[in-house]
C-alpha cells in the first residue's frame, strides 16, 4: 500500500513562501509521475503542478507558473512543491498525489493521495 505524507503547510503574508513536501513510501516511488492539487472551501479540487518519474518534464497550472516549482528526489522518495510569491487565492489545502496513468492535469488519473496540508496567505 502506498502512503502519500504532506507536510511545509502553514500561514504567510502575501508575498512570502513556503515549500511543501510529500514523503512516499514503497520501492516504486521513482516509477511514477507525481502531482499536486489543491482545494479552497468550497470550490473542486484543482490541478496545480506535475512532474514525471525522473524530474525531466514539469507541468504547471497557467494560475501557478512562474511562482511555483515542482521538483523531486527519488533518492528520498520525497516531491516537492516551492511555492513563491504567494497569494490570497493561494489559500487552499494542498494535496499530493501518484499518477497512476492519463492527462496529469485530470484528478482521474491519480491513483494514490495524500491528506493534504493547509496553506493560508493573508492579505
Known amino acids: 500500500q502506498v502512503q502519500l505524507v504532506e507536510s511545509g503547510g502553514g500561514a504567510v503574508e502575501a508575498g512570502g513562501s513556503l515549500r511543501l513536501s510529500c514523503a512516499a513510501s514503497?520501492?516504486?516511488?521513482?516509477?511514477?509521475?507525481m502531482g499536486w492539487f489543491r482545494q479552497s472551501a468550497g470550490k473542486e479540487r484543482e490541478f496545480v503542478a506535475a512532474?514525471?518519474?525522473?524530474?525531466?518534464?514539469?507541468y504547471y497550472a497557467d494560475s501557478v507558473k512562474g511562482r511555483f516549482t515542482i521538483s523531486r528526489d527519488n533518492a528520498k522518495n520525497t516531491v516537492y512543491l516551492q511555492m513563491n510569491s504567494l497569494k490570497p487565492e493561494d489559500t487552499a489545502v494542498y494535496y499530493c498525489?501518484?499518477?497512476?496513468?492519463?492527462?496529469?492535469?485530470?484528478?482521474?488519473?491519480?491513483?494514490?493521495w495524500g491528506q493534504g496540508t493547509q496553506v493560508t496567505v493573508s492579505s
Open positions: 498525489a501518484r499518477h497512476r496513468s492519463g492527462s496529469y492535469t485530470l484528478l482521474a488519473a491519480y491513483n494514490y
Open positions: 514503497g520501492r516504486t516511488f521513482s516509477n511514477y509521475a
Open positions: 512532474v514525471v518519474w525522473n524530474g525531466g518534464t514539469t
